[in-house]
């Protein structure tokens, strides 16, 4: 339970004793954000004790009274404004006028109780002031957040886009140094260098909008009957011609009911990240096995492969944004980073999860749940809360 700190400055000391006795372990119960304050309150007899007594302390709320012996609520209101202070003033008067309010309000007051008031009067003023100033500190802490990850985002973002145009940038000033002479072969494999290069690049852009989508929870869904094993049988042929030059095999099983109630450019994202993968970090001569298997309200997706594998430390971090595995074997691999997160936000579209096994040169399993009948609503709900979560982050 957080603590809302109050400092009380009236120059009669029976009302001191009254709002410290109403309020002193008072709990504020704040719906808005889900949780309650305590409020502990200390008391000044005048403006000026209260000026030296701020500075000292961390005060959250201030009750100040308008007439003071000394300097009015007034003046201690102006001399406040000029400090930078995440405080609110409620101001405590016996003229509940409307001159008084506006005064007060235009000093820099957040309200105001007129004298007398009973202890139910003042908690409820307590507790606006406390749940305005709670509200308002939490939407600066997301806001900061907000920044931060963005900052991060684009950081990260930044450092994946540089290393491949440098390297077109670089292969550009081969061909125009003409380095190659007439050699026509040489300037061949210059370009395809390039090319495979801003494949990367347009593979990146694509796994960054299939991200946003999701997680903007504003992607128009189709729900729609999708067959998986159609989805996967595309997904397979589609990386054949590829794994066929290295010699790699890819076999499809399947068992019980194979359709679900589902977008089907979300089950084909979660087809081409996983068995593309599957191809590109395997070994020469390796295979990759397909599995789907339909029980109840589930389908799962099997994909395992023959190739490097990962160590444990490997696999922990391999569904962040960005996460990528580096070493020696993947160095030439070309890949964003953001697939394997994109398959997991997807699985929990589908109040599914993903889980992995895997073993450094022998190779890594992949298996996926998924829910077998959903509604749009409930996938765009998961979708505003996978959202909610990473911006808070």
């Known amino acids: 339970m957080d603590t809302l700190s109050v400092l009380v400055v009236d120059d009669e000391a029976g009302m001191r004793h009254s709002i410290r006795r109403a309020l002193q372990d ?38 100040l009274d308008h007439k003071l012996g000394g300097m009015s609520g007034v003046d201690v209101l102006e001399e406040l404004g000029k400090r930078d202070l995440d405080m609110l003033v409620v101001m405590i008067t016996a003229f509940a006028t409307i001159e008084t309010a506006v005064r007060a309000t235009k000093s820099g007051a957040f309200d105001f109780i007129a004298k007398p008031f009973t202890p139910d009067e003042l908690k409820e003023t307590v507790r606006k002031a406390a749940s305005h100033l709670l509200v308002q500190r939490q939407a600066r802490r997301l806001a900061a957040e907000k920044r931060r990850v963005r900052f991060e985002f684009i950081s990260v973002l930044g450092h994946e886009l540089k290393s491949p145009l440098g390297a077109i940038e670089n292969y550009l000033n081969l061909l125009k140094d003409r380095v190659a002479g007439n050699d026509l072969d040489e300037y061949d494999k210059i370009i395809n260098r390039s090319l495979i290069r801003a494949a990367g690049m347009r593979k990146l852009i694509a796994d960054l909008l299939d991200m946003t989508r999701i997680e903007s929870g504003e992607k128009r869904r189709e729900i729609t009957d999708v067959d998986v094993r159609e989805v996967a049988l595309a997904a397979i042929e589609s990386v054949r011609p590829i794994a066929g030059q290295s010699g790699i095999s890819i076999d499809l099983t399947e068992s019980g009911p194979l359709h679900m109630t589902a977008d089907r450019g979300e089950i084909e994202i979660i087809f081409n990240n996983l068995v593309s993968n599957a191809v590109k970090y395997n070994r020469d001569g390796g295979r990759v096995d397909v599995q789907l298997a339909g029980e109840d309200e589930r389908v799962t997706i099997t994909v395992r492969d023959t190739g490097i594998g990962l160590t444990p430390e490997e696999a922990g971090k391999l569904f962040h944004d960005f996460a990528r595995v580096r070493n020696e074997k993947t160095r030439d691999i070309p890949g964003s980073g953001l697939g394997l997160s994109t398959v997991k936000k997807i699985a929990e579209l589908y109040q599914g999860e993903v889980t992995l096994r895997s073993e450094p040169n022998v190779g890594s399993t992949f298996a996926i749940v998924l829910k077998r009948h959903t509604n749009p609503q409930d996938t765009t709900d998961a979708a505003q809360r996978i959202g909610t979560v990473v911006a808070g982050n």
């Open 26 to 63: 008072f709990t504020v119960r704040l719906p808005d954000i889900d949780g309650e304050v305590r409020c502990t309150v200390e008391t000044a007899e005048s403006g000026e004790d209260a000026l030296e007594l701020i500075p000292t302390r961390s005060f959250d709320l201030l009750l």
